[in-house]
């Protein structure tokens, strides 16, 4: 077969074409040419950055004719046949097949014998998470104290899964996602070497959808050359790749903010008509949601790495929304990705995802109802439409502050504080049945019935205590308190299913629900 996929064909060879690594890179060349050379190592980043090939090229600038050298000939036999896979001194094993207890004491006998020929006998092991407990524990022994001929490199994806006894008997090695300006010069170089005239936004398009990965990258340009031929345009790889167009995503993340159901599922069905990959969508539309993040923060737009004319679609969809705001979808969001990547269903588990999104306007309106942040006929419109006015329930509660405001006065500079800086929590404190100051003790006393308020403010004692130190400017003290339940019961008393549901009560304790009516 004469034809070489590029991620092949481009792989490096030498440590000084190996790109974005340039301190492992150094690292790995100081330490051969002080002799320094470690018995075992461990490459660790995402997929793509170039694990396998660093150890490939320490391998043969270890048993190179010329070595150990700083950088191998990549001509004499040994470097020929690491690059062929085919030393019989130089073993790369697929830790996702060779999981065995056998097959790890296999290795180990094997590393007994001095090298057929080459200076170091070197096993390189990828994806080394894939190996079971027991194989570990059957290698610990030979990776702390190896044969001085043998050498061991491990390469892994999931940092997480090597036992740290195994990290700490290994020299470390973690390579970074590539940037995308390191990608598309990449990208550049090859198409040139190619003889392809590539748009630059082409080029860009598909270094941004590679992730920081110099494979993925060039394994999506072998797939755009197949289609476009010599010549690469943006509309190719938009066809190719299946991209969305942003105004798509500016369109979607304004219906989630809007609570727009009906409109997202028919945004989605464009998208599907249209034959986009959901899960590539759900991708790009966390990317567009970090962008509106980072312009609402204020951040440098440098940073963005969009186009011009995106610039202003992203400038005014960010304008709808406050940077909190944002966060929160953006959270929203960002719980379900998970899920996208590995659901069978994509374009469910992407509907999802959104229509979960679609949700933020009711706690938006949850959140501005208790801290008095909207009117009487906006909250009664987002209420549903057996349940009574919350604000109603609010005028219920001031008439009765209002009777004894005279026991509240000295508490009344703190709550007032804490509203300013934390609405939510400050309603809370607000809503308390009575809230009395004695010397450098705060007293917040709420009826059973809100001793969720209660539970949520003993989560943030400390701050409390801290801001109300400074607006006393002395160290005070709060106690948070809840009345006992009458006892007895009247004929009007009936259970409560509702009240009781541990569902219903983690909605009020973290968004400061309040249960108002409960139909029988």
């Known amino acids: ?119 170091y006998r070197i096993f390189i092991i990828d994806e080394a998470h894939m190996l079971s407990t027991a194989s570990w524990n059957a290698l610990l022994k030979l990776i702390e104290e190896p044969p001085p001929h043998v050498v061991f490199m491990f390469a892994t994806t999931e940092m997480q899964k090597v036992p740290s006894t195994i990290i700490s008997r290994v020299q470390r090695h973690m390579l970074r996602k590539i940037t995308l300006d390191e990608l598309t010069t990449q990208l550049r170089h090859i198409v040139e070497s190619e003889g392809i005239d590539a748009d630059k936004g082409a080029l860009e398009i598909i270094a941004r959808r590679g992730e920081g990965s110099v494979r993925d990258s060039l394994s999506l340009l072998d797939q755009v050359i197949a289609f476009s031929g010599k010549t690469i345009s943006v509309a190719d790889v938009a066809t190719v790749l299946g991209l969305s167009d942003t105004s798509l995503f500016g369109r979607l993340v304004a219906l989630a903010g809007e609570g727009d159901h009906a409109g997202i599922l028919s945004a989605l069905q464009e998208a599907a008509d249209a034959g986009r990959d959901f899960k590539m969508l759900f991708r790009d539309l966390l990317n567009f949601v ?31 929304f406050s940077y909190s705001e944002l966060l929160r979808i953006a959270n929203l969001l960002l719980r379900d990705d998970e899920t996208v990547n590995k659901a069978e269903h994509q374009r469910l588990a992407v509907e999802l995802a959104l229509l979960k999104a679609a949700t ?89 019935a809100q001793s969720f308020y209660a539970d949520s403010l003993t989560d943030q004692l400390k701050s409390l205590e801290e801001t109300a130190s400074e607006v006393y400017g002395t160290p005070t003290k709060i106690d948070i308190r809840v009345e006992d339940a009458p006892t007895g019961r009247r004929a009007d008393d009936k259970p409560q299913p509702l009240q009781d549901d541990p569902v219903l009560g983690l909605f009020r304790k973290h968004l400061g629900g309040e249960l108002v009516k409960e139909n029988r």
């Open 1 to 119: 077969m004469s034809y070489q996929a590029l991620a092949r064909k481009y792989r490096p060879q030498f440590f000084k074409d190996v790109i974005g690594q340039e301190t492992a890179v150094q690292t790995l060349q100081n330490a051969i040419e002080s002799g320094r050379i470690h018995h075992a190592y461990l490459f660790s980043g995402v997929r793509g950055v170039g694990k396998t090939t660093a150890a490939r090229i320490l391998a043969k600038a270890l048993n190179c004719i010329k070595g150990p050298t700083t950088e191998p000939c990549n001509e004499c036999t040994m470097c020929r046949e690491i690059t062929e896979g085919i030393d019989l001194d130089v073993r790369e094993i697929d830790a996702a097949t060779y999981t065995g207890v056998d097959n790890v004491r296999e290795l180990r006998d094997v590393s007994q014998f001095q090298p057929a020929r080459d200076r």
């Open 290 to 320: 970090r962008n509106l993040l980072l312009i609402a923060g204020g951040a440098n737009e440098s940073m963005i790495g969009a186009e011009p004319e995106d610039l202003v679609l992203l400038r005014e969809t960010a304008s709808k």
């Open 360 to 448: 933020f306007p009711r706690l938006r309106a949850i959140e501005e109802v208790v801290s008095g942040g909207v009117s009487a006929s906006k909250t009664v419109a987002a209420r549903p439409a057996q349940s009574r006015s919350l604000d109603s329930a609010r005028d219920d509660k001031k008439s009765v502050r209002d009777d004894k405001s005279g026991a509240r006065d000295g508490a009344d500079a703190f709550v007032e504080k804490i509203k300013s800086i934390r609405p939510l929590i400050g309603s809370q404190l607000a809503g308390a049945k009575s809230m009395t100051k004695e010397g450098n003790r705060l007293t917040f006393t709420f009826d059973a």
